[in-house]
């Protein structure tokens, strides 16, 4: 079992990517749960980020609840980022 972020540096460089990507869209949805202020840079950024992340998710689902729907739709592709990279990341350590 490799070790997480040591090994192969291609390995390493994928599992930082896949992190980061599901962390963006983490951060967004604790953004959205507590009304963080959206004309502020930073909680900006990070939304127009998670949008460009989730595109190709958002709104696979149709829930009423928009607390729920923002869960599920950038929440999908944060576990859909993790579990790609870290297969990938695996293999081509074993490599």
Known sequence: MPRRYGGNPA????????????????LWIAFFLVNANTAN?????VRHAADWLS???R??????????RTIVNY?????VYLL????VA????RS
Do not use: E, Q, Y
């Open 11 to 26: 390995a390493t460089g994928i599992l930082v990517i896949a992190d980061v990507m599901a962390l963006i869209l983490i």
């Open 41 to 45: 840079d930073i909680v900006s950024w």
């Open 55 to 57: 595109g190709w998710s």
């Open 59 to 68: 709104d696979m689902f149709t829930i009423k609840s928009d607390t729920w």
């Open 75 to 79: 929440g999908m592709p944060a576990v």
């Open 84 to 87: 790609i990279g870290h297969a």
């Open 90 to 93: 695996g293999r081509v350590n």
